[in-house]
């Protein structure tokens, strides 16, 4: 995977967690730098650790799909691109309560957990193409610690109407990055 793609990866895998830091931070009350970093590094962190474990899953199972490992990656991706789009377009349903100060570590690492189970389905993929996971990892976390900050910050002025163009746009790249695996591995046959 070259170094572009790598990095589209990993802003498309953060934009899930962008949304939904978007929505944590429109449901605080004024929240704060360190609230916002606090969640970003909550989230950066599972999202780092979720490819990896999706890709020791799919490299168990690579010596049994080696002819079909491109389409494989393409078909997660364009799966997960296809679910985020979906996502993106979907209405929310309006909740109205009293705004905390801050989320609770909990709910944080269930919400973490959650926008992340794309990227160990990424990981899957991953285990079929021509990348270190460590760098994949590795940028997925920080881009997703970013983007979460960026969004928890955000949240509060914008409120859901980015968070979810932001998902559409992530769905978008994933499908891309997927078509990009699948036209570099069929070109080069």
Same mark, same amino acid.
């Given at each position: 995977m070259n170094p572009? $793609?790598?990095?589209?990866? $990993?802003? $498309?895998?953060?934009?899930?967690?962008?949304?939904?830091?978007i929505g944590k931070g429109s449901s605080l009350h004024k929240p704060r730098f360190t609230e916002a970093l606090r969640t970003g590094l909550i989230f950066g962190v599972i999202e780092a650790i979720?490819?990896?474990?999706?890709?020791?899953i799919g490299n168990a199972?690579?010596?049994y799909v080696?002819?079909?490992?491109?389409?494989? $990656?393409?078909t997660l991706l364009l799966g997960l691109g296809?679910?985020?789009?979906?996502?993106g377009v979907k209405p929310d349903e309006e909740e109205a309560e009293e705004k905390p100060t801050q989320h609770s570590f909990w709910i944080l690492v269930i919400t973490a957990i959650a926008t992340s189970i794309d990227a160990l389905a /990424?990981? /899957?993929?991953?285990?079929? /193409?021509?990348v270190n996971i460590w760098m994949a990892a590795g940028a997925i976390g920080l881009a997703?610690?970013?983007? /979460?900050?960026?969004?928890?910050?955000?949240?509060?002025?914008?409120?859901?109407l980015v968070g979810k163009r932001a998902e559409i746009v992530g769905g978008v790249v994933l499908i891309i990055v997927g078509a990009t695996i699948l036209y570099e591995h069929l070109s080069a046959v």
């Open positions: 572009i $793609a790598l990095i589209l990866l $990993a802003f $498309a895998m953060s934009t899930d967690a962008f949304a939904a830091a979720t490819p990896v474990i999706g890709w020791a199972a690579s010596s080696t002819q079909w490992d491109h389409w494989i $990656a393409f296809l679910y985020m789009i979906y996502n /990424v990981g /899957v993929g991953l285990a079929f /193409v021509d997703t610690m970013t983007m /979460v900050i960026i969004g928890t910050m955000l949240g509060r002025a914008l409120g859901s």
